[in-house]
């Protein structure tokens, strides 16, 4: 895409064509019968139409640069050299082993032991399969990631990595219902003559390769802990594909937010985004200052420009537009104020503006000239729409917008005294050892507002205050139960105690009908007939 030269699709393979290649279901189909041999370097070359590798001397340009037939060699070590290493364990030296007691009198106490990292055993396929399927088109992603959580074992990395994943995971309590994508037929998207059949993701095919070969299961702070690792296969798929891969469920809220707008790909790259979201039916147009070379453009009509001369330009447009009505309201001002101030009135968002979509913002500063974070920030200063799209990351690597702070963070700091306010974060499918997210922003009259959100807020504590008073009359109803069966019981013990004491009235009575039987009878202590006695006595 560098100017001056006759425009390919992909370097070194000018036949070539990304629809062609989309619609080929048999190229797909061979595609990923290599890469189920582990045979990424032949997948790549017949999806691009590559030469041979011996008359291939294109050098892959990114974390390292490499060749194919280098990666390939790479991927054949497998496990070897801690290339499959993406989760640890912190672990502290023995006591023994810590620093020795310092000899200067002003330190009393030893510096405490470094710690180490330790790697974990790699999870198991089924853990890898889940975390895809959770990007699946065919498939809910809440319910995915429920799925992926509740089927986990309680301590496993599964279960770090799932409560990792929904812990970020956000959509607004007002937008929540319209942007909860249901997962979509695979008969719809195997049928060639349905409307609704989903373009191919072919991006996601190769990602998921590359999870399952380098054992990825997602991240989770145990991933975040060994700093910004990677492989040799990430090059690759950044030149053919691009930095992240979108997914069903991101391709479908943006084009949900955008409303029939356009969406900005600003700072485009290869345009593979742009090139999803226009097979997803959303108006996106690619903006790029062909700075970086890459080896594949999807599109063929991304426009050369600085990204923010080209917002600059677009925001004229409709300061034209106002420029009548901020006069107005200088001159019902001026009555007010002797000297009224220079500047101009700082103009609500344009709600007809396109959306921006920054994939993967670089940070800048240090080697990489310019300021940190400069690039995002005059990005949002030239701006004037209301709908912000950022892919980046989300556990603060420092590998896009600002180093140490997520997308997130950074638009509450510095951006949320503008109105600006985060309705959307959702994970999207990571390359071993990163952790990508699509944020979204909204402010002025799209922004939910903050007076609704806080009515839906108290309608959920009343829902709660509900529920809480249910259990309540249900642990009331289950004591008065309990009561009762007390009261039957007690009841009982009395009935058996009035049982008793008639039993022991009627033995009462036995003995006392017995003693009067026996007044006539023998005398107890002779033994003689008294009757007897009586007559002799006369």
């Not at 891969?245 to 290869?270: N, Y």
């Not at 034209?320 to 901020?326: A, E, F, G, N, P």
């Not at 638009?411 to 071993?432: H, N, T, Y």
């Not at 026996?518 to 107890?524: P, Q, S, V």
């Given at each position: 895409?560098?100017?001056?030269?006759?425009?390919?699709?992909?370097?070194?393979?000018?036949?070539?064509?990304?629809?062609?290649?989309?619609?080929?279901?048999?190229?797909?189909?061979?595609?990923?019968?290599?890469?189920?041999?582990?045979?990424?370097q032949?997948?790549?070359?017949?999806?691009?139409s590559?030469?041979?590798?011996?008359?291939?001397?294109?050098?892959?340009?990114?974390?390292?640069?490499?060749?194919?037939?280098?990666?390939?060699?790479?991927?054949?070590?497998?496990?070897?050299?801690?290339?499959?290493?993406?989760?640890?364990?912190?672990?502290?030296?023995?006591?023994?082993?810590?620093?020795?007691?310092?000899?200067?009198?002003?330190?009393?106490?030893?510096?405490?032991p470094?710690?180490?990292?330790?790697?974990?055993?790699?999870?198991?396929?089924?853990?890898?399969?889940?975390?895809?399927?959770?990007?699946?088109?065919?498939?809910?992603?809440?319910?995915?990631?429920?799925?992926?959580?509740s089927?986990?074992?309680?301590?496993?990395?599964?279960?770090?990595?799932a409560?990792?994943?929904?812990?970020?995971?956000?959509?607004?309590?007002?937008?929540?219902?319209?942007?909860?994508?249901?997962?979509?037929?695979?008969?719809?998207?195997?049928?060639?003559?349905?409307?609704?059949?989903?373009?191919?993701?072919?991006?996601?095919?190769?990602?998921?390769?590359?999870?399952?070969?380098?054992?990825?299961?997602?991240?989770?702070?145990?991933?975040?802990?060994?700093?910004?690792?990677?492989?040799?296969?990430?090059?690759?798929?950044?030149?053919?594909?691009?930095?992240?891969?979108?997914?069903?469920?991101?391709?479908?809220?943006?084009?949900?937010?955008?409303?029939?707008?356009?969406?900005?790909?600003?700072?485009?790259?290869?345009?593979?985004?742009?090139?999803?979201?226009?097979?997803?039916?959303?108006r996106?147009?690619?903006?790029?200052?062909?700075?970086?070379?890459?080896?594949?453009t999807?599109?063929?009509?991304?426009?050369?420009?600085?990204?923010?001369?080209?917002?600059?330009?677009?925001?004229?447009?409709?300061?034209?537009?106002?420029?009548?009505?901020?006069?107005?309201?200088?001159?019902?001002?001026?009555?007010?104020?002797?000297?009224?101030?220079?500047?101009?009135?700082?103009?609500?968002p344009?709600?007809?503006?396109?959306?921006?979509?920054?994939?993967?913002?670089?940070?800048?500063?240090?080697?990489?000239?310019?300021?940190?974070?400069?690039?995002?920030?005059?990005?949002?200063?030239?701006?004037?729409?209301?709908?912000?799209a950022?892919?980046?990351?989300?556990?603060?690597?420092?590998?896009?917008?600002?180093?140490?702070?997520?997308?997130?963070?950074?638009?509450?700091?510095?951006?949320?005294?503008?109105?600006?306010?985060?309705?959307?974060?959702?994970?999207?499918?990571?390359?071993?050892?990163?952790?990508?997210?699509?944020?979204?922003?909204?402010?002025?009259?799209?922004?939910?507002?903050?007076?609704?959100?806080?009515?839906?807020e108290?309608?959920?504590?009343?829902?709660?205050?509900?529920?809480?008073?249910?259990?309540?009359?249900?642990?009331?109803?289950?004591?008065?139960?309990?009561?009762?069966?007390?009261?039957?019981?007690?009841e009982?013990?009395?009935?058996?105690?009035?049982?008793?004491?008639?039993?022991?009235?009627?033995?009462?009575?036995?003995?006392?009908?017995?003693?009067?039987?026996?007044?006539?009878?023998?005398?107890?202590?002779?033994?003689?007939?008294?009757?007897?006695?009586?007559?002799?006595?006369?």
């Amino acid at each position: 895409m560098a100017p001056g030269k006759p425009f390919v699709y992909c370097e070194g393979a000018p036949s070539w064509n990304p629809t062609t290649y989309i619609a080929d279901t048999a190229l797909h189909e061979r595609a990923e019968a290599l890469l189920a041999s582990d045979n990424l370097q032949s997948a790549i070359a017949v999806s691009f139409s590559l030469p041979p590798p011996r008359r291939d001397p294109y050098v892959y340009h990114a974390i390292v640069s490499v060749t194919l037939p280098e990666v390939q060699h790479v991927v054949s070590l497998g496990r070897q050299n801690g290339l499959h290493s993406w989760y640890f364990a912190p672990t502290s030296p023995s006591p023994s082993a810590s620093a020795p007691e310092p000899s200067s009198p002003s330190s009393s106490k030893p510096a405490p032991p470094q710690q180490t990292l330790t790697p974990l055993p790699p999870p198991p396929r089924a853990d890898i399969d889940a975390y895809l399927s959770i990007f699946d088109p065919s498939t809910s992603t809440p319910s995915a990631l429920k799925t992926f959580l509740s089927n986990a074992k309680k301590g496993s990395l599964r279960a770090e990595i799932a409560s990792y994943l929904l812990s970020k995971r956000y959509l607004h309590p007002l937008l929540s219902t319209p942007l909860t994508i249901p997962k979509h037929s695979k008969k719809a998207s195997s049928s060639a003559s349905n409307p609704n059949k989903l373009p191919p993701n072919p991006y996601l095919t190769f990602l998921n390769w590359s999870a399952r070969n380098l054992e990825w299961a997602g991240p989770s702070p145990s991933s975040a802990l060994a700093g910004n690792r990677a492989h040799h296969v990430l090059p690759i798929l950044m030149h053919h594909f691009g930095c992240a891969c979108p997914s069903h469920e991101a391709l479908c809220v943006l084009r949900i937010l955008a409303a029939g707008r356009e969406v900005l790909d600003m700072g485009s790259g290869g345009g593979y985004w742009t090139f999803m979201l226009r097979g997803y039916g959303v108006r996106a147009v690619a903006v790029d200052n062909a700075q970086s070379a890459w080896r594949v453009t999807w599109v063929s009509d991304t426009v050369i420009a600085d990204g923010v001369e080209y917002l600059r330009k677009r925001g004229k447009r409709r300061q034209s537009k106002s420029q009548s009505q901020s006069q107005l309201q200088l001159q019902s001002q001026s009555q007010s104020s002797s000297s009224p101030s220079s500047k101009n009135t700082k103009l609500d968002p344009d709600p007809e503006e396109a959306v921006l979509l920054l994939v993967y913002p670089i940070v800048g500063g240090a080697l990489a000239g310019g300021t940190e974070g400069g690039f995002t920030r005059a990005m949002l200063d030239a701006y004037t729409g209301d709908t912000l799209a950022v892919v980046g990351t989300q556990n603060r690597n420092g590998y896009t917008g600002f180093r140490g702070e997520s997308m997130d963070e950074y638009m509450e700091r510095e951006r949320s005294s503008e109105g600006w306010v985060k309705i959307v974060q959702i994970a999207l499918p990571s390359f071993p050892g990163k952790d990508e997210a699509l944020f979204v922003f909204q402010r002025g009259a799209r922004a939910p507002a903050k007076e609704k959100e806080k009515e839906k807020e108290k309608e959920k504590e009343k829902e709660k205050e509900k529920e809480k008073e249910k259990e309540k009359e249900k642990e009331k109803e289950k004591e008065k139960e309990k009561e009762k069966e007390k009261e039957k019981e007690k009841e009982k013990e009395k009935e058996k105690e009035k049982e008793k004491e008639k039993e022991k009235e009627k033995e009462k009575e036995k003995e006392k009908d017995a003693g009067v039987d026996g007044d006539g009878g023998e005398d107890k202590n002779t033994g003689k007939d008294s009757s007897n006695d009586n007559k002799e006595g006369a």
